[in-house]
């Protein structure tokens, strides 16, 4: 099946530093990939939706100058995490729509823990 | 706006015995339902979808849902419980077209397991 392939696992950084995360779909091409913030114990909150060759579209509170999202190929989507600060700790999770008809749906990666120190 | 309610937070049920867990939502057409389950610190694993035809949908690892439009509920049910099935699990529903092809996740429905 589709598989997207999200690294690193795991990151530790220091505050104020920038940290880059990346998904790649391995066997299609991800037209759209979104990205999610999900707190210890909570839901995911998304994020951004990249769509490839065009700018993202941030919801509502987060910010674009923060948290940089380039989509610039079919198969990867990276998301920046710009000058971090131990607020910006937690786990992000990125996702590929896939198809269309019966094969509607997404795929998940496995999910990078940031943590800030 | 769509939305996802899914009112249990954490539910704990004895190996072998039956597990349901409920999913509500608030969409204005016919909605793309989803649920995945998710282990701790890993990504989410798909155990179902309905979007239309026969309302009694199965799933992965023995799991299934029933979507009840009259109830705007889409509750996910599993027999027989094992151990191995203690995660956190999401009900989702996704919007075609204008609203972006977004994924709206319910809060989660932890899951224990006792032995």
């Known amino acids: 099946g589709a598989v997207v392939s999200q690294h690193p696992s795991r990151v530790i950084c220091k505050s104020g530093t920038s940290v880059k995360i990346e998904c790649r779909s391995l066997d299609f091409q991800a037209t759209t990939m979104f990205w999610y913030r999900q707190f210890p114990k909570q839901s995911l909150m998304l994020m951004a939706t990249?769509?490839?060759?065009?700018?993202?579209?941030?919801e509502q509170g987060v910010e674009k100058d923060k948290f940089l999202i380039n989509h610039a190929s079919l198969t990867l989507s990276t998301l920046t995490v710009t000058s971090a600060h131990p607020e910006d700790s937690s786990f992000y999770i990125c996702?590929?729509?896939?198809?269309?008809?019966?094969?509607?749906?997404?795929?998940f990666g496995s999910g990078t823990r940031l943590t800030v120190v | 706006a769509q939305s996802v309610t899914q009112p249990d937070i954490h539910i704990t049920v004895s190996e072998g015995a039956s597990l349901e867990l409920r999913c509500n939502y608030s969409?204005?057409?016919?909605?793309?339902l989803f649920w995945y389950v998710q282990s701790p610190g890993q990504g989410l694993q798909l155990l179902l979808k309905?979007?239309?035809?026969?309302?009694l949908v199965q799933g992965i690892k023995g799991f299934e849902a029933e979507f009840k439009r009259s109830q705007s509920s889409f509750n996910l049910r599993k027999p027989s419980v094992h151990w191995s099935d203690a995660a956190e699990y999401f009900c989702?529903?996704?919007?075609?077209?204008?609203?972006?092809?977004?994924?709206?996740f319910g809060g989660g429905t932890r899951v224990l397991v006792k032995p």
């Open positions: 989702a529903v996704g919007a075609m077209g204008a609203a972006g092809n977004k994924l709206t």
């Open positions: 309905y979007f239309s035809g026969d309302t």
């Open positions: 990249s769509n490839e060759g065009s700018k993202a579209t941030y």
């Open positions: 996702s590929a729509r896939l198809g269309g008809g019966d094969n509607y749906g997404y795929t």
């Open positions: 969409y204005g057409a016919t909605p793309y």
